[in-house]
Protein backbone atom coordinates (compact mmCIF):
# COMPACT_ATOMS: atom_id res chain seq x y z
CA UNK A 1 0.00 0.00 0.00
CA UNK A 2 2.92 2.74 -0.75
CA UNK A 3 1.74 6.19 -1.96
CA UNK A 4 3.84 8.38 -3.93
CA UNK A 5 4.98 10.16 -0.64
CA UNK A 6 5.15 7.54 1.97
CA UNK A 7 5.31 3.75 2.41
CA UNK A 8 2.15 2.01 3.68
CA UNK A 9 1.63 0.22 7.12
CA UNK A 10 1.43 -3.23 7.96
CA UNK A 11 -1.00 -5.17 9.31
CA UNK A 12 -1.83 -3.93 13.67
CA UNK A 13 -1.70 -6.94 14.57
CA UNK A 14 -4.65 -9.96 14.30
CA UNK A 15 -8.04 -8.69 11.90
CA UNK A 16 -6.09 -5.22 11.44
CA UNK A 17 -4.73 -4.90 7.52
CA UNK A 18 -2.43 -2.12 6.41
CA UNK A 19 -3.15 1.82 5.25
CA UNK A 20 -2.46 2.56 1.72
CA UNK A 21 0.67 4.99 2.39
CA UNK A 22 -0.02 9.19 1.87
CA UNK A 23 0.96 10.47 -1.71
CA UNK A 24 2.46 13.56 -2.43
CA UNK A 25 1.90 17.29 -2.33
CA UNK A 26 2.31 19.77 -5.22
CA UNK A 27 1.21 22.95 -5.62
CA UNK A 28 1.58 23.68 -9.00
CA UNK A 29 -2.03 24.54 -9.82
CA UNK A 30 -2.09 27.75 -7.13
CA UNK A 31 -3.33 25.15 -4.48
CA UNK A 32 -1.92 22.44 -2.41
CA UNK A 33 -3.48 18.90 -3.61
CA UNK A 34 -2.25 15.64 -2.62
CA UNK A 35 -2.24 12.67 -5.23
CA UNK A 36 -1.01 9.38 -5.64
CA UNK A 37 -2.33 7.62 -2.29
CA UNK A 38 -1.81 4.14 -1.72
CA UNK A 39 -4.53 1.61 -1.73
CA UNK A 40 -5.48 -0.11 1.76
CA UNK A 41 -4.56 -3.86 2.41
CA UNK A 42 -7.67 -6.29 3.25
CA UNK A 43 -7.65 -9.06 5.63
CA UNK A 44 -9.62 -11.96 5.73
CA UNK A 45 -11.87 -11.02 8.84
CA UNK A 46 -13.98 -13.64 10.20
CA UNK A 47 -14.58 -11.65 13.28
CA UNK A 48 -15.62 -8.46 11.76
CA UNK A 49 -15.12 -6.08 8.59
CA UNK A 50 -11.83 -5.06 8.88
CA UNK A 51 -10.35 -2.81 6.07
CA UNK A 52 -7.44 -0.93 5.34
CA UNK A 53 -8.10 2.71 4.37
CA UNK A 54 -6.74 4.29 1.55
CA UNK A 55 -3.79 6.46 1.65
CA UNK A 56 -4.20 10.56 1.53
CA UNK A 57 -4.41 11.41 -2.22
CA UNK A 58 -6.87 9.53 -3.26
CA UNK A 59 -5.90 6.19 -2.29
CA UNK A 60 -9.20 3.54 -2.33
CA UNK A 61 -9.70 1.76 1.11
CA UNK A 62 -9.21 -2.28 1.14
CA UNK A 63 -12.17 -4.84 1.05
CA UNK A 64 -12.78 -7.62 3.57
CA UNK A 65 -15.26 -11.06 4.06
CA UNK A 66 -18.41 -8.80 3.46
CA UNK A 67 -17.39 -5.85 1.72
CA UNK A 68 -15.52 -4.64 -1.44
CA UNK A 69 -12.59 -2.39 -1.83
CA UNK A 70 -13.29 1.10 -3.46
CA UNK A 71 -11.30 2.31 -6.40
CA UNK A 72 -8.67 4.88 -6.36
CA UNK A 73 -10.17 8.85 -7.20
CA UNK A 74 -10.39 9.77 -10.14
CA UNK A 75 -8.03 11.92 -11.49
CA UNK A 76 -5.86 11.91 -8.83
CA UNK A 77 -3.95 8.49 -9.64
CA UNK A 78 -4.54 6.81 -6.25
CA UNK A 79 -3.75 2.83 -5.94
CA UNK A 80 -6.96 0.88 -5.72
CA UNK A 81 -8.10 -1.08 -2.58
CA UNK A 82 -6.38 -4.74 -2.22
CA UNK A 83 -8.69 -7.75 -2.90
CA UNK A 84 -9.66 -10.62 0.25
CA UNK A 85 -10.57 -14.22 0.34
CA UNK A 86 -14.20 -14.78 1.09
CA UNK A 87 -15.24 -17.33 3.58
CA UNK A 88 -18.18 -18.81 1.80
CA UNK A 89 -17.14 -19.98 -1.39
CA UNK A 90 -20.74 -19.78 -3.36
CA UNK A 91 -20.66 -16.17 -2.91
CA UNK A 92 -18.97 -13.73 -5.49
CA UNK A 93 -15.21 -12.95 -5.01
CA UNK A 94 -14.63 -9.61 -3.64
CA UNK A 95 -12.17 -8.54 -6.04
CA UNK A 96 -9.59 -5.70 -5.64
CA UNK A 97 -10.54 -2.44 -7.58
CA UNK A 98 -8.81 -0.23 -9.99
CA UNK A 99 -6.11 2.33 -9.34
CA UNK A 100 -7.93 6.09 -9.90
CA UNK A 101 -6.91 7.74 -13.39
CA UNK A 102 -4.38 10.27 -13.35
CA UNK A 103 -3.92 13.76 -14.49
CA UNK A 104 -1.74 15.80 -17.00
CA UNK A 105 -0.66 19.53 -15.94
CA UNK A 106 1.21 22.16 -17.67
CA UNK A 107 2.07 25.50 -15.76
CA UNK A 108 3.28 28.16 -18.67
CA UNK A 109 4.14 31.62 -18.15
CA UNK A 110 1.46 33.50 -19.48
CA UNK A 111 3.24 35.79 -21.60
CA UNK A 112 4.12 32.66 -23.52
CA UNK A 113 1.00 30.48 -23.50
CA UNK A 114 -0.25 30.16 -26.91
CA UNK A 115 -3.40 29.14 -26.82
CA UNK A 116 -3.75 26.25 -28.71
CA UNK A 117 -4.69 23.11 -27.78
CA UNK A 118 -6.63 20.39 -28.48
CA UNK A 119 -9.09 17.73 -26.45
CA UNK A 120 -10.70 19.71 -23.32
CA UNK A 121 -8.42 20.83 -20.63
CA UNK A 122 -8.96 22.97 -17.77
CA UNK A 123 -7.21 26.06 -18.23
CA UNK A 124 -6.86 28.89 -15.12
CA UNK A 125 -4.63 31.59 -14.48
CA UNK A 126 -2.29 31.62 -11.09
CA UNK A 127 -0.08 34.42 -10.57
CA UNK A 128 1.69 35.27 -13.85
CA UNK A 129 0.55 31.12 -14.68
CA UNK A 130 -1.53 29.48 -16.67
CA UNK A 131 -2.60 26.01 -16.04
CA UNK A 132 -3.73 23.63 -18.04
CA UNK A 133 -5.51 20.18 -16.79
CA UNK A 134 -5.37 17.54 -18.72
CA UNK A 135 -8.11 14.94 -17.41
CA UNK A 136 -8.16 12.80 -21.76
CA UNK A 137 -6.58 13.10 -24.64
CA UNK A 138 -5.53 16.43 -25.59
CA UNK A 139 -2.93 18.53 -26.38
CA UNK A 140 -0.80 21.67 -26.19
CA UNK A 141 1.27 23.39 -28.77
CA UNK A 142 3.50 26.37 -27.72
Do not use: W
Amino acid sequence: GGGAGGAGSNSGGSYNPGAGGAGSTSSITGSAVTRAGGGGGSLYGYFGNNTGTGGAGGGGTGGSNNTTGTAGTVNQGGGGGASCYRYNPYVSTNDGKNGGSGIVILKVPTANYSGTTTGSPTVTTSGDYKILQFTSSGSYTA
